[in-house]
């Protein structure tokens, strides 16, 4: 994937912003609605940050739709969560393609229904010229289980004679399903919670936490604001030292 329509110049806020959308659930029991209202809403939550995001200097934004560890939540919210997957594409896929959204799918395919898998081809595939704002979602995703994809697929590469050498942190990096996006300049957490729920483990190294006490249905351009205003106060150093404001005063002499 071509890197340098998502890595133009630096901004005094970030480039990639990651979202783990939660408290869907919670906003639904508050009003005494079924779960899966409170999802419905998160999709208009999603719709709303990703036509704001640009306008805030974003050119890549990562949302975490559905974990490898979800599957264990009742059949029925299941099958929810995978419908509005159907309904979004349907209904948004064409206004991403007009505004220059690159749609991008991170996670496993295996285990997901043919006619999702065919979805998220499409849209891929509908949206691959575009190069105003990268949108990577992450569906049948973990961290943990990219980082061990990401390894294997070296470890295949060296067994085909495609690649030699010992796996660092470079080789392992190009195989992450997220290779090629910009580094992840803050990682965000809705409804208050504060824990990382097995998302972009290996690209959290260095990027920035936002905890918010929103719920995500209730998300859009005001929940950016906030994260922007909290990250340019935010001192990133990367693992280094700060550079002093001012050189100190020499001593004065005595006698």
């Not at 990219?146 to 195989?175: F, K």
Request: hydrophobic share 45%.
């Amino acid at each position: 994937m071509p890197a340098e329509p998502f890595h133009t110049a630096p901004t005094d806020g970030p480039r990639h912003v990651a979202l783990i959308m939660d408290g869907n659930g919670r906003w639904a029991e508050a009003r005494g609605v079924p779960r899966a209202m409170g999802h419905r809403e998160g999709v208009q939550a999603l719709k709303r940050t990703v036509e704001a995001a640009p306008r805030f200097g974003i050119r890549c934004l990562t949302v975490f739709g559905f974990s490898t560890e979800n599957w264990s939540r009742p059949a029925e919210e299941v099958s929810d969560l995978m419908g509005l997957v159907r309904s979004y594409v349907t209904s948004d896929l064409k206004r991403l393609e007009r505004a220059g959204v690159r749609v991008r799918v991170l996670g496993r395919r295996a285990g997901l229904p043919a006619d999702i898998i065919a979805i998220i081809d499409k849209a891929e595939a509908t949206t691959a010229h575009n190069e105003k704002f990268l949108l990577q979602v992450a569906f049948n995703y973990g961290g943990r289980a990219d980082i061990v994809d990401a390894a294997q697929r070296h470890v295949d590469a060296v067994l085909a004679g495609q690649a030699t050498g010992p796996l660092d942190e470079e080789s392992l990096g190009l195989g992450l399903s997220t290779a090629g996006a910009p580094p992840v300049d803050v990682i965000v957490r809705t409804s208050g919670e504060q824990r990382l729920s097995n998302f972009l483990l290996w690209e959290a190294a260095y990027a920035e936490l936002v905890y918010q006490n929103v719920l995500w249905p209730d998300y859009g351009a005001d929940g950016l604001a906030d994260v922007i205003e909290q990250y340019r106060n935010r001192d990133r150093r990367f693992g280094g030292r700060a550079a002093p404001a001012e050189a100190a005063a020499p001593a004065l002499a005595v006698g």
